[in-house]
């Protein structure tokens, strides 16, 4: 009876499970993909700019096919880096300060799938930045890359590059995004310097060689360079990546509850 000030119970159908993490990792995959796709300058920009670094540096210098591979190796783990840090890193501190991603922080679900994502992400272009390295440095330099390096240098890559989109994320996470880009740079060039990948290690002076050795950049090198004279890729450099790796992960861990602490307590 109308004006009785009872409500009917509303009918709805059965629960729906809640999405798993590879559904939730997949959706956040696919939206970082088209977002940055769409961007015409992150995509040359992060493209481009490895290979551009080559051709000046790497093709002008490379005294015969061996060092081309190497210098190529180099140029195109410089670009990993760069998408790591500043795509990444720069790019998640920038979108913590959007209405958007404080909408999905509010969801009901764990930042573990949106961080994976984003790591995937970065992977992506990454390989998408060394490849044209690689082929410009076999069809200028002649380089010559047997089936077996290149699979070993994707693994490398792809393996070898998880570290360093963790510690982008890290950067990401902790700071704002004014000061993201110049915090950035002092991670990304003394990372690059240290770890060989503007001068060979040899020509590097005798201290910041020692010093060297304990970066993860110089055990990234160290296996990228291995990879594409298709050599061993020696445990000792991946255990390098892997200790890193735990630290990387770890600090992203603290940074990610620090801020959502921050935002929602």
């Not at 159908?13 to 015409?40: C, M, V």
């Amino acid at each position: 009876m109308a004006g009785t000030g009872t409500t009917r119970p509303q009918q709805t159908g059965p629960a729906q499970p809640a999405p798993g993490f590879g559904r939730l990792f997949g959706a956040h995959l696919a939206a970082n993909l088209k977002e940055l796709g769409r961007s015409s300058s992150f995509a040359m920009s992060t493209v481009a700019m490895p290979s551009l670094l080559y051709l000046f540096f790497g093709a002008t210098n490379a005294s015969n096919p061996a060092e081309a591979g190497r210098l190529a190796a180099a140029w195109g783990l410089f670009g990993v880096l760069g998408v790591a840090f500043f795509q990444f890193g720069v790019g998640v501190a920038q979108s913590r300060e959007r209405p958007w991603f404080t909408y999905l922080r509010t969801l009901p679900a764990g930042g573990g799938p949106r961080i994976a994502a984003q790591v995937a992400t970065a992977l992506a272009f990454s390989l998408a930045a060394v490849a044209p390295v690689i082929l410009l440095a076999v069809l200028i330099n002649g380089a010559t890359l047997t089936f077996l390096a290149c699979l070993k240098l994707l693994v490398v890559l792809v393996l070898g590059g998880v570290p360093f989109a963790l510690l982008g994320l890290a950067i990401g996470f902790s700071v704002t995004a004014r000061a993201s880009v110049p915090i950035a740079h002092l991670v990304y060039f003394p990372l690059a310097f240290l770890g060989g990948l503007w001068l060979p290690p040899e020509m590097l002076p005798s201290i910041v060689n020692q010093i060297s050795l304990l970066t993860p950049t110089r055990h990234y090198a160290e296996l990228a360079w291995s990879a594409i004279a298709d050599g061993p890729l020696p445990l000792v450099h991946w255990a390098w990546l892997l200790g890193w790796g735990i630290v990387f992960a770890w600090v992203t861990l603290m940074a990610y509850r620090r801020d959502r602490g921050r935002r929602f307590a």
